[in-house]
């Protein structure tokens, strides 16, 4: 289904000026390029949100000053952020705040995919179910009046405060926009991340997920250096420096490298604060930022707008390093090979990745199981 006529179906329920919110996916990616071809990402019809549960928050707001319904999209991933704020917010036996969420189904069942998705993916539809949000599955078969009497379908919901879903699969909506997603920063992610594992030394390593984590991989394949240093943290978004964090505090003799990504420090970025309150001196925090959701296409995250690094100070990290070049970053990262302090640094990164970017060959169990080892080789 063509987005343009997607948008169209949509109006009865959302009027002709819709109000969008959420978290980019990249099942999503043609109804994101059309948001931000459209709206941009500063008016007041469309907000990139920190997570899904923020999202769902700010879409109430708009519910409470319109009397309008919302749309919320997000990865399926990001259901899990939706649950408090849908069954004690949302709800119709709490406020009864109609939304209409869209939802990418990543790991549908029978859909190859990767492993953080594949039980997320199961769970998909009996999450909606669990939280009575009625829902339908758009398909590259479902036709226009199918979707249109779900619409009507939704609008009689809304009616009684209730919100609706729809899950939308791999290639159901087709893009007309092409948006241009750009950055002016000089360094690329790939590079940072390889001086980050040169001045890490066997220092173990937790990264993000998304391309940084991918690009590590491949890093330590081409030096022929093994995996059992890095742990990848392929899912859970935005929980890589709590998992570097808990490490840290249980290993006080061995320096701990958390590698970040911008989008994924806004999602919980109330770690942030638990990481400088704790002040662990043997943690290194390194934020590639890059100012976008870049792994699922480029859409602009809020982190453009603000200075990480004064989070950082205000946070309570000791010791917070900036670098936009390279010389800036070998200089930061030596700096935080010699620290004893809690020690957070931004590299600033532009948009560029590998069109020929593989993925971990290892499952996840077999990342975990040699990680463990490592760290207890470690003492």
Known sequence: MKISE??????????????????????????????????????????????????????AGYHLATGKVPVVYMQNSGEGNI?????????????????????????????????QHIYQGVITERLLELLEIEHTVLSK????????????????????????????????????????????????????VRLIAEASGGDPIVSTTGKASREL????????????????????MGHASSIALGIAL?????????????????????AMAVVGAR????FVHVVVNNGAHETVGGMPTAIGKVDLAKIAEGCGYPLVLRAETYEELNEALRIAQNSNQLTFLEA????????????????????????????????
């Open 250 to 270: 249980e290993k006080p003799n061995v320096r701990v490298w958390c590698v970040d990504g911008d989008g994924a420090v806004l999602m919980h970025m109330g």
């Open 83 to 115: 649950v408090n704020p849908a069954a004690s917010l949302l709800h119709e036996q709490v406020y009864a705040v109609p939304s209409l969420f869209l939802v990418g189904w990543r790991g549908e069942p029978g859909v190859h995919d990767e492993p």
């Open 141 to 192: 078969t479902t036709s226009i009046e199918e979707l249109s009497a779900f619409i009507a379908r939704a609008c009689a919901l809304a009616k009684e405060g209730k919100c609706a879903a729809i899950v939308i699969k791999k290639g159901a909506l087709e893009g007309e926009f092409t948006p241009t997603y750009a950055s002016e920063n000089a360094m690329v992610r790939e590079e940072i």
């Open 6 to 59: 997607f948008f169209r179906i949509l109006e009865p329920l959302t009027s002709n000026e819709p109000f969008f919110t959420g978290v980019p996916d990249s099942l999503l990616k043609p109804l994101c390029d059309a948001l931000f071809a459209t709206f941009g990402t500063e008016g007041k019809r469309h907000v990139v949100a920190a997570n899904e549960g923020n999202a769902a928050a700010i879409a």
């Open 348 to 379: 600033r990164a532009n948009l560029f990745s590998r069109k020929d970017l593989g993925r971990p060959t290892t499952t996840a169990r077999q990342n975990k199981a040699d990680f463990m080892e490592y760290l207890k080789n470690l003492g």
């Open 279 to 282: 002040k662990p001196n043997n």
């Open 217 to 236: 991989f491949e890093i330590r394949e081409k030096r022929g250096e093994g995996h059992g240093m890095d742990f990848l943290t392929v899912g859970s």
